[in-house]
């Protein structure tokens, strides 16, 4: 049976993180949790292996209300976005210079940065030209799917 700890450091994280889905699994058991809107609590499904059956829980902890969008900028800027939760890297490693930084050309095979999820670092490309225009993560912060990382000017 998983720990109730762990499980309710999840749901913890799937909150303040704003996630609606978060699927975890090993060689010994498996964590689905999903929020089916952001009013909805959490619900948990925890499966161990074959020989065991899976367990239902649906924890007490509330939902935060849904924050208010910004407004979008009607400008000719493209946002790269997160293609994945992870970590937010600029450069290929601390001693080497960032991939991009504001004012260079990028196409659509540039490596903007890299984000390490699961101990694999991934390559994120422009997928767009233009110039880069703004960065806005910090190298080192943990990124959410579909979170802007940078903007692009079209050319």
């Known amino acids: 049976m998983i720990d109730i700890r762990k499980l309710k450091e999840l749901v913890r994280l799937m909150v303040n993180n704003d996630l609606m889905e978060l699927d975890l699994r090993d060689e010994t058991e498996q964590v689905t949790i999903r929020r089916p809107s952001v009013h909805a609590p959490p619900q948990v499904t925890a499966s161990m292996p ?3 059956t ?3 829980a649906t924890p007490a902890a509330p939902s935060p209300p849904a924050a ?3 407004a979008e900028e ?3 800027r493209l946002a790269v976005e997160s293609p994945m939760v992870g970590t937010f890297y600029a450069a290929p490693s601390p001693d080497k210079p960032p991939f991009v930084k504001i004012g260079d050309s990028v196409g659509p095979d540039t490596v903007v940065c890299l984000i390490e999820a699961m101990k694999v670092f991934n390559e994120i490309k422009a997928e767009c030209s233009g110039i880069v ?8 912060t943990p990124v959410e799917f579909g979170q802007p990382l940078l903007r692009v000017r079209s050319r």
């Open 133 to 140: 225009d703004e960065v806005l993560v910090a190298n080192g």
């Open 74 to 76: 009607t400008d000719d």
């Open 54 to 56: 899976p367990a239902v």
């Open 68 to 70: 208010s969008a910004p």
């Open 50 to 52: 074959a020989s065991a």
